[in-house]
């Protein structure tokens, strides 16, 4: 999971040096002023260091640039698609198997068959069979013709098993995250709920429950700038959610901002009433408030206002 993770991290970062800094207009092999790549140094650095490049001895900003030049040099091109715009869809399993149990159906009856084929089996799933019978009764030969175009339901059938297995990518990585966060591995799940997000985007199945759980697992980690910005994305995919509200609380808590923690909670009290845990955590903002008092109260020896 770690690997594809950084795969997918330095994949994202290459393509976005390739495709320059001027909106993805031009290639970024295209983009140059005065002589020069526009470069981001940040996104340099990253690329070399999940690429596993020595960076050690590199001082000045060239060095990154020119150390990720030949990186990107050394990687195949982009693949683009055809002219015209259109991937060429192979055939499917299932409309294989209907042109073969087809072609079985109109071979004559005193053929013999072929050594070896003897014990070959037809039994072909119901969906199968029934796509056989139909390419029987309307094309004898064991070629479809041009007007049986199966390019469309094949389109579907691959759009199909593209989307489950990013669905399944997605939720083993939600799995290990949801795994390393229950021992306090908190660095490692986040890891795997950005991914789990990620795979989500490309297959356009957004969950608010990732955010929300990347949002504790980087709060976990003193990071609660960011632990805040997944907890806002998160009730703004599901405001009616109320554990979105208690990660905003609690990354509140985090940056000493104890009363809009306690707004945030209240507001999640609104929508889900009854959570025990919106509940508890109104108390720790609180007595987070106090502590921040009565500190105020041991230095200047007075109220805070």
């Known amino acids: 999971g770690d ?34 790549y526009q ?12 690429a596993g490049v020595d960076t050690t001895g590199f001082a000045e900003r060239g060095e990154f640039v020119d150390a990720t030049r030949a990186y990107l040099r050394s990687l195949p091109p982009g693949i683009e698609p055809p002219p015209g715009g259109k991937w060429l869809v192979a055939p499917s399993l299932s409309f294989a198997m209907a042109v073969a149990t087809a072609a079985a159906a109109t071979a004559p009856a005193s053929e013999t068959p072929a050594p070896g084929t003897e014990t070959i089996s037809h039994n072909f799933p119901e969906s199968a069979a029934e796509d056989a019978d139909v390419v029987s009764k309307s094309t004898p030969s064991t070629v479809p013709s041009e007007k049986d175009d199966p390019s469309d339901s094949d389109s579907d059938d691959d759009e199909t098993s593209k989307r489950a297995k990013l669905a399944f990518v997605s939720a083993e990585a939600k799995k290990k995250g949801n795994a390393a966060f229950a021992v306090g591995d908190y660095g490692k799940a986040a890891k795997q709920f950005t991914m789990a997000i ?20 980087l709060a976990g980690c003193g990071r609660y700038e960011d632990a805040l910005a997944d907890a806002e994305r998160c009730i703004r995919m599901a405001p009616t959610w109320g554990k979105g509200f208690g990660r905003k609380g609690a990354a509140l808590t985090g ?13 999640g009290l609104v929508v889900d009433p009854g959570s025990a845990a919106l509940r508890a955590g109104l108390a720790e903002a609180k007595a987070a408030i106090r502590v921040a008092q009565g500190r105020y109260t041991e230095m200047w020896g007075k109220q805070a206002s």
């Open 39 to 50: 470069m981001d140094l940040k996104t340099c650095r990253e690329v070399l260091q999940l």
């Open 3 to 36: 690997y594809v993770a950084g795969v997918i991290d330095l994949c994202a970062r290459v393509g976005k040096l390739r495709l320059g800094s001027d909106g993805g207009n031009t290639p970024g092999d295209q983009t140059e002023k005065n002589g020069s």
């Open 198 to 217: 990620r795979v989500d985007k490309a297959n356009n199945t957004p969950n608010h429950v990732l955010f929300s759980n990347r949002s504790g697992a």
């Open 255 to 267: 940056l000493g901002q104890g009363g809009e923690a306690v707004k945030a909670y209240l507001a």
